[in-house]
Every structure is written in C-alpha cells, then in structure tokens.
C-alpha cells in the first residue's frame, strides 16, 4: 500500500471542506495527502465549452491554491496535487489505488454533485475497495484552530449475522487514532410472529435480546482486546439500522458503514442502509468495502 490519503476536488464548498478534513486525516495518519482535481468537460448541445487553456488554468488555480491553504495551515504536512481531463470517478479510482482512503465532497456544486443519485461520489464508491468518506460542509467539516479533528466520538453500524471484521477493523484503528469512544450499533428485528399485536410474547423479546446482546459481545471480544486503550460502548436494539444510526449521528464526529463487495457489473451495490446514511447523516461517513 502507498500510504496516502487522496481527496477530491472541484471547486465546491463541500469538496473545500473535505480537503480540510482530509488534511487533518493525513495528519492522524502521518501520510501525504494527495488534491486530485479531475473534469469531463465535455458540453451539452449548444453550450460552448472552455478552451482547454482556460480549464487547465482554472483548474491548477483551484488545486494549487487549495493546497497552500492546507500547508499554511499545516506546515508539517505533505501535500500532493494533480489535475485530470477525463472522466472524474475512474481518474480518482485510478490515482487513489493502493491508497488509505478516498475523501469526497457529499454536495458538490460541480462534478461531485449528488453523489447519492448516482455521479461521481456514488460511482467511486461503488469502484473501489479503498474506504471513502463522505463529508459535508458543515461545521465540523470546516478547519479547526488546532488543526485536529472535532472531539467527537466514532460510531459503526454492523450486521453480526455478516462478516464486519473490515468495519470493525478500520473503526477501532480511527477510534484509536482520535482517542475517543467507539459507538457499536446492532439492529435487530423481531420474528413477525414474536414481535407484534396479539403474538407477543415479552419473554420471548427478552430472550432475543439477550441472545443479540451476548453474540455483539462474542464479535467484540477480539478487538477489545487487540484495541486496550480503545473505550467501547456497544449497543444491541430493535428497531432499523438506518433510523438508528442517523439518530446517533448528531454526536458522532464520524460514522462507519459498510458496503460489500459485489462482482457483478449489475444490482445494487450499496445496501439500503448505506444509502439511507449517506443520504441524511451529517457526520462525515466512512463506507468500508468487505467481503
């Protein structure tokens, strides 16, 4: 692996405050960050489209000066640019190969716009394996006078009926990083004849959860013990994953979602939950491929 962090850029405000929020990320890590900026400038029908001068000045404006805002801000950090003509999701793929992480705008006003309607944001995620985060401009998003990360805590969403180890994985490695507590979440549903109207049975409910409560413990016990210094608060619930998550997310400085890793070139390659996190979180969201 090139240890590196890439981040996106197109102008907007939102891709601005992931390149902040990237750089404070590199320095966590103690990586290079690399500014990619990358644009099809290709026109619709009747519109004429800049020279190639114009755009290539724009856009090495745009990288470079963005870039010596982040080095002002961070002397110690090592800082990358690039510029692309070509189509912006496969030009970041390519250059983030290898890469520790992707970081995106979440509502760009130019090539990353709707990232969750299918552009480019939603094309990277669903190309690569490296995990990319999403992030907002929010206040959060923007740079901090201690040039760090808010001092919020990590919260990851899993499915202990489906391998998390990746999840898990990159959510104690950034809990550890940040020294702060890591949030577990798992959302569980009651059997349709347990859980409702005149079926239900209390006991039954109080056994089910007894049995989620202990497996989320059995998946955790691991990396407890590999993460020591890492505090844990798990949490096992009824209820949808989504509504749950994106409740926790106003304390959450990031959160933790993952993706898996489909083959085929057709259906769907962000899960339901994913979607919905990405759609109404504010917290910047890490989506993590696995298996």
């Keep these: 692996m090139n240890d590196r962090i890439v981040a996106g850029l ?11 929020w990237a750089a404070r990320e590199a320095l966590l890590r103690g990586v290079p960050l690399h500014l990619v900026h990358a644009e099809d400038w ?17 856009a090495q404006a745009l990288v470079s000066e963005t870039a010596d805002e982040l080095r002002e801000s961070h002397p110690e950090l090592e800082v990358d640019v690039r510029s692309f003509d070509g189509r912006p999701a496969a030009e970041l793929v390519g250059v983030a190969a290898g890469a520790n992480m992707i970081v995106l705008g979440s509502r760009g006003l130019g090539t990353l716009t709707g990232f969750v309607l299918g552009s480019v944001g939603m094309a990277v995620i669903r190309e690569t394996v490296r995990p990319v985060v999403m ?11 201690d040039g760090r990360h ?102 959450a400085g990031l959160i933790v979602v993952g993706r898996r890793i489909r083959r085929s070139s057709v259906g769907a390659h962000i899960g339901p939950v994913t979607h919905a996190v990405l759609h109404h979180s504010k917290a910047p969201v890490a989506v993590i491929a696995h298996e």
Excluded: N
């Excluded at 197109?10 to 902040?20: F, I, P, T």
């Design 150 to 251: 808010a001092a919020r805590e990590v919260l990851v969403g899993v499915d202990i009926s489906r391998p998390c180890d990746a999840l898990l994985a990159f959510a104690f490695e950034e809990a550890a990083r940040r020294a702060c507590t890591l949030h577990v979440l798992h959302s569980w549903s009651l059997p349709p004849l347990v859980g409702y109207g005149a079926a239900y049975d209390p006991r039954v409910h109080a056994q089910l959860e007894m049995s989620a409560e202990a497996s989320l413990r059995d998946v955790l016990a691991p990396w407890r013990a590999k993460h020591t210094d890492v505090g844990v608060i798990a949490r096992s619930s009824v209820g949808h994953a989504a509504t749950e998550l994106i409740g926790m997310a106003a304390e």
């Design 10 to 20: 197109d102008g907007s405000a939102e891709s601005l405050a992931a390149a902040h």
């Design 42 to 58: 290709s026109s619709p029908r009747g519109f004429p489209a800049p020279t190639s001068d114009v755009r290539r000045h724009w």
């Design 135 to 145: 992030v907002r401009a929010s206040e959060d998003a923007v740079p901090h006078p």
